[in-house]
């Protein structure tokens, strides 16, 4: 399993903005088919709403690539 921390600078990050922030979604239409294809996990949990947000703390494991998110 890949493992990576994703630095945000902000109060939140949007699950669909995470997903392209790190590189796992090209374009705001590939993040929604991601999101609702049921393999984004936000701590632990599927999530298929891709305005979740995210904050310091959180976690986003899509296939095999874990994130976590940190904050300032």
Known sequence: MEKHTIRIETPFIRLDQMLK?????E???HAKEIVEEGVCLVN?????????KLF???TLLVDDI???VDGL
């Open 44 to 52: 632990g949990s599927i999530c298929l709403q891709r305005g979740k």
């Open 66 to 68: 874990l994130i976590e």
């Open 27 to 29: 374009t705001g239409g």
């Open 21 to 25: 922030f790190c590189g796992m979604a």
């Open 56 to 58: 310091p703390g959180d």
